[in-house]
């Protein structure tokens, strides 16, 4: 069987593996590799292809024997072949760019646009917007300060290369909007997770956001044609997209107390063959107490402090089942990160239903009044509301089909 992978530094989010496992049938592996062994790994692998990631798609090439002209042009390789004369390289990131212009809807002709970033990719994504027609300028992370922004308050169009914002520094953001008061359209090159930070700002103004999970898949596929020298069907691109949104997408509920959040979850999960996170029980596990103590002896808002915390922490991880508390949606601050990977589904269930046995605050207001400030903020989370009964597996079978109903662009 043929034999390819990844190399780069520091591989332990790829995606890559999977994308391939899905297009075509040969081995791929994860080949991390430091700077000084570099030279080593490329003499002794018995690779027959790899792509190359950060920090080696410079670095690489004075080990080709050659490349086509878009990679010579671009001085940047992400693909490799092995040829009779040595290593051949491609660059298949533009292609991928490209095809994320296009899955955005947005049109860079005659646009504005800002780079951030001038490290490894850039130079594609600026040749991919000049290719479209964009006005293109790159903002460098030496040149990324409060000072230089106002020079570039005209731009219209932000692409963002650099790895801020990137899984495991969730929820950190390149640069501030509002620096950009014509922005209509920002472009982050990250997949993981799948909304960083700067998309979620964007779309809070109301702006067209889209992340790099598109890239990387268009660019797997243009890698998997040359490492097999055949065509990969659009529609099996297409598939591969929306299985890997699907597979790597949290699941996030939340509801009243007692509505059985975490009875459904841990169906659902079981179901779906996902493993199942209860915000609940984290918190309760890293406080060393139950929660009902934990109000009495530190008070609400250190519990809520500590949930958020506990969100952040499991908001990071994707394809998992999560159970919120039901008071998680009274925290703005929450929503971003539970967002940022999962679809949000709002558990609705009769108040004469709803258990109250351990629920300090249900226990405290009344069901009906904590309902009535509740909903709004249930609502405002939430993708979806599902109506949910007694019969559990009728209940899972419902949010099943309504997951496969959202489009994987959600928040994508």
């Known amino acids: ?19 391939h496992s899905r297009l075509a049938n040969y081995e791929y592996g994860l080949y991390e590799v430091e700077p000084q062994d570099l030279e080593q790994f490329l003499n002794q692998t018995d690779l027959d292809g790899f792509n190359v990631t950060i920090p080696y798609k410079k670095e690489i090439i004075p080990f080709l024997c050659g490349m086509t002209e878009t990679a010579a042009r671009l001085g940047s390789v992400n693909t490799v072949i092995r040829t009779p004369q040595g290593f051949y390289g491609h660059n298949t990131d533009l292609d991928g760019f490209l095809f994320q212009i296009e899955q955005s809807g947005f049109d860079p002709c005659e646009k ?7 490290g490894g990719v850039s130079p594609t994504v600026c040749a991919a917007l000049e290719q479209k027609g964009a006005q293109v300028r790159v903002l460098s992370h030496k040149e990324n300060t409060p000072e230089n922004l106002p020079r570039f308050a005209d731009t219209q169009l932000l692409v963002n290369t650099s790895p ?41 103004r109301g702006l067209i956001a889209k992340g790099g999970i598109s890239m990387l898949v268009r660019q797997g596929v243009r890698a998997c044609e040359f490492f097999t020298g055949q065509q990969i069907d ?34 659902l999960a079981e179901f779906l063959g996902r493993e199942f996170a209860d915000t609940d029980e984290l918190i309760c596990q890293q406080a060393g107490c139950s929660i009902p103590q934990l109000f009495q002896s530190r008070g609400e808002a250190s519990f809520r402090e500590l949930e958020h915390e506990v969100i952040c922490q499991t908001g990071k991880r994707a394809g998992l089942v999560i159970a919120t508390g039901g008071g998680a949606v009274t925290v703005e601050k929450n929503y971003e990160p539970l967002a940022q990977n999962g679809v949000i589904l709002f558990l609705q269930r009769p108040l004469e239903k709803l258990a109250k046995e351990g629920r300090p605050l249900s226990l405290a207001v009344p069901a009906e009044e904590l309902y009535r400030r509740r909903l709004p903020l249930y609502q405002r989370f939430a993708d979806v509301c599902v109506p949910c009964g007694d019969d559990i597996a009728a209940n899972v079978r419902a949010l099943t089909e309504v997951i496969h109903e959202i489009s994987c662009d959600q928040r994508t």
């Open 1 to 19: 069987m043929a034999k390819f992978g990844l190399l780069g530094r520091k591989l332990g989010h790829s995606y890559s593996p999977w994308i």
């Open 112 to 118: 504005k646009a800002l780079v951030l970033g001038s």
């Open 164 to 204: 801020v914002g990137m899984f495991p520094k969730n929820g950190e953001v390149p640069v501030d909007l509002n620096a950009f008061p014509h922005l209509e359209c920002v472009l982050d090159l990250i997949f993981n997770p799948f909304q960083t930070a700067l998309m979620a700002r964007a779309r809070e």
């Open 234 to 267: 659009a529609q099996l691109e297409k598939q591969v997209l929306e299985e890997l949104v699907q597979s790597r997408r949290n699941i996030v509920l939340v509801g009243m107390p007692g509505c059985g959040k975490t009875t459904l979850g841990t169906a």
